[in-house]
């Protein structure tokens, strides 16, 4: 259902069960309610959008709304047409803006979308802010969530937690998938752009703290092409959903991966025989040639032992093999250190698939190649925010050793090209399983103004498409056989490599929104682990890969070989139950995540001295992890891990929509009792100290 109408001073915009209240002259919001309940409730009214434009000087001026000279509504059928012409603030005239309103595939959703006309001959269209849910309302200070979908999934609890995040898109390390919402009480707010393109986008919250009222705005930030040209305009491709839906994190998930899963090519990748190479791995391990400590060859051999003592598939991620330094001279990576070829031979005989580090996204403008290879011409190019900028500049990034690197322009063949032969070059010279090309999921698009580039100046899903480019030829180049993954979860990659790396999911509590939206069809690997993590017995080692298990990730990453010293004989036999768990669920694990089951205990949770990207902090969680997975063949399993050094007595409660009508029982030894009460399935466990569970849920009968 869709109505707008004028009542009561107000226009009215009825999006199925979304009230949308407007006001008649500027067309800014004023409330939004759900069934009655109010999310927000203005003093003034809210911009719907706001436009960032420039002019030649850099004079900025921002228009909203209110900067129009009349705006109008109407209502046909089943899409409602706000429209505010002719725009003028200080300088800047010209402009027109429309959103579309049209029904949603939710009860309580609406899909809307803008289009920003420019007939300045002086200003240039450098950004537009859409849509903006102004001034949202706590319900509960200490209990409303503010969701993220940084690593795996973050979930803020409490206002005094709310941060004020630049969430640029796609970036893995920042905002992995096009979503941000707000949970209060049973019902989360939340913006999802439903962009099969990838463009480049900022995901934006600013807080209103006292002493004015307490408030939330949520909104997206998005480029148009033709940025630093008069007269350039900005006609959104996608809509972008706005609702309020029944359920918390987990819905969202769903919801947005219910779409999400049929994009970026990542039903196709599912069947790629590299892929099925990639999943017989359970556990990954970081080499080093620069470990002064304990030479290549002896890392090596331990890792052998290590394969053996876990009785499971294990994959080496292999950095340092080049004779450069680690984040020098890029993309210089030959010659190969000495010894290297033998070491890599030694671990592919033994059945141990080995993946080089290179980095696909950087190149040093110190190195020699950078002006032999006349790299400059193919790197990304800032302009100053003006029109007609007349000298562009390369952006420079700098990783802690005092070297300053330039992002290579994606869109460009001579980049794809260049990626491409280093990998045909390294599998050929080093007879290697795969590659691992750093920064392609992780970092954010910087936006490119080179007119010599294949691409439009400014906005856009360049950087999108030309990952996708450059994969496709690495592939053609270095063999479709190849496994090739990458750093962190940026969604537009997971059809294009074989698995993502997650070892920034350590670095604030998470909830596993990425593996609950795409399931098994975006394969995630490896965390962050340090010698802190092995600190007082190991118990944030231990937590950290029972998080990896139960969200369905591959295990291990850095800091694995210290498993076989013999004070930690302990984590080494929890590490090698949670990899025989793995193979044991390995068909539920290929399939999707369902609701993860409610934990009841009593014992105390375990605060961990956790390490990771961002340096040492203390992390309260536990002290069990669950979830509950479903294979293609809709067969339930429920996952447990205890990774502390307790007994621990808990119950589960699965929730009646993962049920789905079935009447299922839980079989397991740590299981003392389980029964289906009031639709749900609830499970009385047992679990030793640093146990692990994986246990099917067949039908009671």
Known sequence: ????????????????RLEFSLDPSSLSILSLRRDGEAWINRDGPGALWTLSVVDSGGHRVTLAPEHAARSAWDCKDDEAVLRWEGLAHKEASGFDVEVTVRTGGGEAAALWRIAVQNRSET???????????????????????????TGFGVERWGWDSFQEPLGEYPAGAVTAMQFIGLSRGSRTLYLAPLDPTG????????????????????SILGFPEMIGHAGNAFRAEFDTEVGILDGDWYDLAKRYGSW???????????????????????????????????????????????????????????????????????????????????????????????LPYINARLWDPCSPSWEAEGAQRWCVKRSAERVGARTLMPPTEEYGNGQHFVPMCPATEFWQEKVARICERIRSELGTSGVYLDQVAAMYAPLCFDPAHPHAP????????????????????????????????AETCAGDFDALLTWHASWEPQVPMFPAAYGSLAPCFGTNAGPVDYEDGGESFAFKQAQLYVWGAQLGWSGMLPLLEPGNAHLLEFTKALCAARMQAADA???????PPVINTRARPARLHWGGGR????????PLLGSLWQTQAGEPWMLLANPTRRD??????????????????????????????????????????????????????
């Open 648 to 701: 621990i007595k808990a119950s589960t409660t699965v929730a009646a929509d993962a049920l789905a009508g079935r009447r299922l029982t839980v079989r397991h030894p740590f299981a003392l009792d389980s029964v289906q009460r009031g639709g749900r399935l609830i499970t009385e466990w047992q679990l030793p100290p640093l146990s692990v569970a994986a246990a099917p849920l067949p039908g009671d009968g």
């Open 458 to 489: 400014g906005g856009g899903h360049y950087w999108t498409d030309g990952y996708s480019a450059m994969m496709r030829r690495v592939r053609e180049l270095a063999g479709e056989d190849g496994i090739y993954t990458t750093e962190c979860n």
């Open 615 to 622: 340096g040492r902090y203390h992390q309260p969680m536990g």
């Open 1 to 16: 259902m869709l109505s707008l109408k004028e009542t009561g001073g107000r226009v009215v915009l009825l999006v199925n």
């Open 123 to 149: 200003f240039t269209l450098w950004s537009v802010r859409f849509p903006i849910v102004p001034g949202i309302k706590p319900l509960d200070e200490a209990g409303d969530r503010m969701l993220w979908p």
């Open 199 to 218: 463009r480049r986008k900022d995901f934006c919250a600013h807080l209103h703290r006292p002493p004015a009222a307490l408030a939330l705005d949520l």
């Open 589 to 595: 694990l290929r399939g999707e995540m369902l609701r």
């Open 260 to 354: 999400a899963r049929g994009q970026w090519g990542v039903a196709e990748a599912a069947v790629r025989p590299s892929r099925e190479k990639l999943l017989r791995t359970q556990l990954w391990c970081q080499l080093t040639t620069e470990d002064l400590d304990c030479p290549l060859s002896e890392q090596v051999e331990k890792t052998i032992s290590l394969r053996d003592a876990l009785d499971a598939p294990v994959a080496v991620q292999l950095y340092n093999w080049h004779v450069i330094p680690f984040d020098t001279d890029y993309p210089d990576y030959f010659p190969v250190r000495p010894g290297v070829p033998e070491i890599v031979e030694r671990l592919e005989r033994a059945g141990i698939p080995v």
